[in-house]
């Protein structure tokens, strides 16, 4: 077993690139440090692309980050090829993506705020791999530019649990094809042009949550087959 080894963010900073994670078994504790950039860019490309991105070139697992406020970034925070990771207690806005997920399983995502993002606050990406197992949970993704939480492409067995996913310009939940057997669980998903939006998406769960206010429908189904549980949408 491995020794979890920390890393300490010891001030703010405006840095084109403040910190890259690429080893396991590795912590980093923010103690509520910010960073930010003078605005968020429109293409991943020059400074400013990335507020925290973890990538190890290969699968890596085991890594935390916590207790940051990051703004002003293309990716707030992204996670590339990780497993069993944890996010908690990052403020993610005034992004262009709060929070991006990209071939990540078994990690989890919770307790963050994403709000304001030109794009979307929560983003699990699966082109050309598979974003699995993973737990999004009691998190606040509101006013968005366009989804509060977006699963994309191959995006399986996922948890989408306790969130506020409000005012948002498209969709509070929206997942399109392939991102198939998720449950979507307890959230309250209101003002959003469309609350939860699955196109071409298969044996997803959808209970107990609360809609209300959403512009266009509550939850739109398209070419998928879904368990719909109790859900109150007003």
């Given at each position: 077993?491995?020794?979890?080894?920390?890393?300490?963010?010891?001030?703010?900073?405006?840095?084109?690139?403040?910190?890259?994670?690429?080893?396991?078994?590795?912590?980093?504790?923010?103690?509520?440090?910010?960073?930010?950039?003078?605005?968020?860019?429109?293409?991943?490309?020059?400074?400013?692309?990335?507020?925290?991105?973890?990538?190890?070139?290969?699968?890596?697992?085991?890594?935390?980050?916590?207790?940051?406020?990051?703004?002003?970034?293309?990716?707030?925070?992204?996670?590339?090829?990780?497993?069993?990771?944890?996010?908690?207690?990052?403020?993610?806005?005034?992004?262009?993506?709060?929070?991006?997920?990209?071939?990540?399983?078994?990690?989890?995502?919770?307790?963050?705020?994403?709000?304001?993002?030109?794009?979307?606050?929560?983003?699990?990406?699966?082109?050309?791999?598979?974003?699995?197992?993973?737990?999004?949970?009691?998190?606040?993704?509101?006013?968005?530019?366009?989804?509060?939480?977006?699963?994309?492409?191959?995006?399986?067995n996922?948890?989408?649990?306790?969130?506020?996913?409000?005012?948002?310009?498209?969709?509070?939940i929206?997942?399109?094809s392939?991102?198939?057997?998720?449950?979507?669980?307890?959230?309250?998903?209101?003002?959003?042009?469309?609350?939860?939006?699955?196109?071409?998406?298969?044996?997803?769960?959808?209970?107990?949550?609360?809609?209300?206010?959403?512009?266009?429908?509550?939850?739109?189904?398209?070419?998928?087959?879904?368990?719909?549980?109790?859900?109150?949408?007003?």
């Open positions: 077993c491995m020794d979890e080894q920390p890393v300490r963010l010891i001030k703010e900073t405006r840095a084109p690139l403040p910190l890259s994670l690429i080893h396991i078994y590795v912590t980093l504790d923010g103690k509520g440090k910010i960073i930010s950039g003078p605005a968020a860019p429109s293409t991943p490309t020059g400074s400013g692309v990335y507020g925290i991105r973890v990538n190890g070139g290969q699968k890596i697992s085991n890594v935390s980050v916590r207790n940051l406020k990051i703004s002003n970034k293309f990716y707030g925070v992204i996670y590339e090829g990780v497993n069993n990771g944890l996010i908690e207690n990052v403020n993610a806005s005034s992004n262009r993506y709060g929070f991006y997920f990209w071939d990540n399983s078994y990690s989890t995502l919770r307790f963050n705020i994403a709000n304001n993002n030109v794009h979307s606050g929560i983003v699990c990406d699966a082109d050309q791999r598979i974003n699995s197992n993973n737990n999004i949970v009691g998190n606040v993704a509101s006013y968005n530019g366009v989804n509060g939480v977006f699963l994309w492409l191959a995006c399986t996922n948890f989408i649990n306790n969130n506020a996913l409000n005012n948002n310009a498209q969709m509070g929206s997942l399109s392939g991102s198939d057997g998720n449950k979507i669980e307890g959230n309250s998903i209101s003002g959003n042009s469309s609350g939860i939006w699955i196109s071409s998406a298969n044996q997803n769960s959808i209970s107990s949550n609360t809609l209300s206010s959403n512009i266009n429908v509550g939850i739109f189904i398209q070419l998928s087959t879904c368990l719909l549980y109790t859900s109150r949408c007003v």
